[in-house]
């Protein structure tokens, strides 16, 4: 798979990652918001885990 492609769902995973914590770190974090969040990490990350093989 193209080292671009790879790259770029890493750093997705990595927005995501941020975004996550920053939700989290909240005194009352959307608890929805972060459920998706955590969707579209997993998702990545499966992507990612597709790619490489």
């Known amino acids: ?3 671009t492609h790879i ?3 890493h ?3 990595a927005g ?4 996550l ?3 989290t770190a909240r005194p ?3 608890t929805m918001l ?3 969040l955590k969707k579209q990490k997993l ?3 499966q992507q990612i885990a597709q790619a490489t093989g």
């Open 1 to 3: 798979m193209d080292s």
């Open 7 to 9: 790259s770029a769902l």
């Open 11 to 13: 750093a997705k995973h």
């Open 16 to 19: 995501l990652e941020a975004r």
């Open 21 to 23: 914590r920053n939700e």
């Open 28 to 30: 009352a974090p959307d």
């Open 34 to 36: 972060v459920a998706n």
């Open 43 to 45: 998702i990545l990350k």
